[in-house]
């Protein structure tokens, strides 16, 4: 069993959601990232989503487009992101990492060469936003041949038949993607998104996790009813924007902003 | 038989070229690409829709555009004789508006009220703008922050026939964050808006039907070199942006064996400089905005900087069949730089009478050094593919002149 399979089945015996930050890496260092996965792991979080940066995010807002910039502008590589994830598994074993970028970057690594890095480093799953299932093939037996997970997104757009394809593809957990538009947006419609996530669990065994504008504790829990977890990204990341240059104050505020979704998805 | 017949039944099914174009976005998109291929094949097959394309070329946009011989330059270069494929005299000055025609009649059919375009020269957000204007559709057009400032006769040409112009400020404020904002905004209003892409890349459909779309200038410039030169020119010449004057030009004679092609990056200061726009000389396989071409790209995968004095070729991609046509080697393309662009530009307004687009006289100035290893009984058919105007303030900078 997976490092997620592991996870997602011990917090259905709990009857609990799983909570799932995301982040970009070395925004606003690399120096940061790994005390801000510990920080994340210890207000909550179940999954980190680690953002790969890109310079070109064409699936994400402004507040993550800054954070690829913050992040590239001090050097960050794909190289350094496994790095970085090396570090964090030294204190932590257990709690399953999913990268989350683009595919360029991974391309000119050569797909072999990511791969294995990935798995070496201790990371469980990979989502490549602008690698639909029908381009994938090929990586996602890179992937399963190391155990690690390809994820895929869902979207309301997709058509029953679809799905079906994407969640044969997919492992470990599927992501809705719960509104049109950009991550952090702020048009979520939630009676759709638990409309939409209905039909699809019909068709898949594997987690449902929603993201996309999610920004409280109220929200979260809201969609966690309707879900198996929820992905947290730009609300965090703002806050990390605000406190660039006073990145002391980054971790407190994180683990304030993340535990009260905590609470609000176990109360 | 030609050998390269086979190059006429591409893309494939899910838009390859090879192993460049396909269709590489975020899911959300999927659907509305699905649904767009599935229209553009019905449609594109269906006579009724060919013929409103084609009257609309006709008594709009004022098809077809003149293949006139350049004589006086020619006889001054004392080479091959160069002939210009007007597309400089289409309503709106480009190219462009034949492809807007054409996706605009999609977005009419698919009753969607919104369209959306990125634009870097202006040239196809005014001719997005045109046909919106005449089909009453409500328009945005996303444009770099940089090029608003270069090309300000063509936003103000936007906004007097009723677009929007949305100025980029992210990365590097040209034509690429351009498509970054306009995919954001499909991504956001995908029911109700229609995507206009501006030329020969991005996801599958768009790649093939933007080709189709500006075909129309091959397939007269074909007949006329029948007509007018007594059989088929020795080789071809284009600017190459994203590449859609260039297949347009091209693609009716790709399986003419005897006839060669060369397609014309934009060399900025120089190749070696590194500052210049020309991925298919300089760059290597990547994916960006949906297909999997060549790109200007760091060693770790960044999208880098682009550079050139016409704000249509700043773009760090190509369309994904010119990445093929280049590695099968059916295409030959070069470099022009800045400074032989310019004195192109002159050459053309000097000799001729013409005020190219800066984009066009990139393919001028390859012909003017090809055209002078040839003999005079040779030919060559350049795509003039846009006029000039709105360059003026760029050319008179250059020659420090302010106006
Ligand atoms: C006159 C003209 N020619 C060429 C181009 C480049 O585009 P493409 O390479 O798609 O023909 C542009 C783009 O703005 C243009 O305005």
């Not at chain 1, 800054?66 to 964090?88: H, M, N």
């Not at chain 1, 799953?125 to 037996?141: C, H, R, S």
């Not at chain 2, 009984?377 to 302010?402: C, E, F, P, W, Y």
Request: hydrophobic share 40%; proline share 5%.
């Amino acid at each position: 069993m997976s490092r997620i399979q592991k996870t997602f089945a011990q917090l259905k015996k709990e009857g609990r959601k799983a909570l799932i930050p995301f982040v970009t890496a070395g925004d606003p260092a690399p120096e940061q990232t790994v005390a801000i996965m510990h920080a994340l792991v210890e207000a909550g979080a179940d999954i980190l989503e680690l953002g790969v940066p890109f310079s070109d995010p064409m699936a994400d807002g402004p507040v993550i487009q800054k954070a690829c910039e913050r992040a590239l502008k001090k050097g960050t590589t794909t190289l350094d992101v496994f790095q970085l994830v090396t570090e964090f598994r030294k204190k932590d074993q257990t709690t399953p990492v999913v990268l989350m970028g683009y595919l360029n970057p991974i391309e000119a690594l050569g797909y072999d060469t990511f791969v294995k890095a990935a798995a070496m480093a201790g990371i469980d799953g990979v989502l490549v936003v602008d690698l639909p299932p029908e381009e994938a093939e090929e990586f996602a037996d890179l992937l399963k041949g190391q155990e690690m997970d390809s994820v895929f997104l869902l979207a309301p757009t997709t058509t029953l038949e679809r799905a079906r394809k994407i969640a044969a593809a997919g492992s470990g957990y599927l992501y809705y993607v719960s509104l049109k538009g950009v991550t952090g947006s702020a048009t979520l419609d939630i009676p759709a998104v638990a409309e939409k996530l209905n039909e699809f669990a019909g068709i898949t065994d594997l987690p449902l996790a929603v993201g996309f504008g999610i920004r409280d504790g109220q929200t979260a829990r809201a969609l966690a009813e309707v879900s198996d977890g929820v992905i947290v990204g730009s609300a965090l990341v703002s806050q990390i924007a605000e406190l660039a240059d006073q990145p002391e104050k980054i971790v407190p505020r994180l683990q304030e902003v993340l535990g009260e979704m905590r609470q609000a998805l176990d109360a | 038989m030609s050998k390269y017949a086979d190059l006429l039944k591409l893309p494939d099914a899910r838009g390859h070229f090879g192993k460049y174009g396909g269709r590489f976005v975020s899911e959300t998109l999927s659907f509305a690409l699905e649904q767009l291929d599935e229209q553009y094949r019905r449609l594109s097959a269906d006579p009724d829709f060919q013929a409103e394309f084609d009257r609309d070329l006709a008594l709009y946009v004022g098809r077809p555009s003149p293949l006139y011989p350049a004589e006086r330059w020619s006889q001054h270069l004392g080479g091959a004789q160069i002939w210009l494929k007007r597309e400089d005299l289409n309503h709106t000055g480009a190219h462009k508006v034949n492809n807007t025609i054409g996706q605009a009649l999609l977005a009419k059919y698919s009753g969607k009220p919104r369209v959306i375009a990125e634009t870097g020269a202006g040239q196809h957000g005014v001719a997005t703008a045109t046909v919106a204007a005449r089909l009453g559709l409500k328009c945005q057009v996303y444009m770099g922050a940089d090029d608003v400032q270069r090309q300000s006769p063509n936003v103000y040409r936007m906004k007097l026939l009723g677009a929007e112009v949305i100025p980029v400020e992210s990365g590097s404020k040209t034509l690429k964050d351009a498509m970054n904002e306009a995919l954001r905004d499909w991504v956001t209003n995908v029911d109700d808006t229609f995507y206009i892409i501006g030329t020969v890349a991005g996801p599958h459909p768009y790649p093939q039907l933007v080709r189709d779309f500006n075909a129309v200038a091959g397939r007269e410039a074909r007949r006329q070199s029948l007509e007018q030169i007594g059989r088929l020119p020795d080789a071809l010449i284009a600017c190459v942006g994203g590449g859609s004057n260039a297949l347009g030009l091209f693609h009716p004679f790709l399986t003419d064996d005897e006839v060669a092609m060369y397609g014309v990056e934009a060399g900025g200061d120089g190749l070696e400089t590194g500052r210049h726009a020309a991925p298919l000389n300089a760059g290597r396989p990547g994916v960006l905005h949906g297909n999997r071409t060549y790109l200007m790209e760091d060693a770790a995968g960044q999208i880098i900087e682009t550079h050139s004095i016409s704000a249509g070729l700043d773009y760090p991609g190509v369309g994904p069949e010119h990445s093929y046509l280049k590695d099968i080697g059916r295409v030959q393309y070069e470099v022009a730089t800045d400074k032989e662009v310019m004195e192109a530009f002159q050459d053309l307004c000097y000799f001729e009478g013409i005020i190219p687009a800066l984009e066009s006289s990139h393919a001028l100035a390859y012909a003017k050094k090809l055209a002078q290893t040839m003999k005079p009984d040779q030919h060559l058919v350049v795509n003039l593919s846009g006029r000039g105007d709105k360059d003026i303030m760029t050319v008179a900078a250059m020659q420090g002149i302010s106006l």
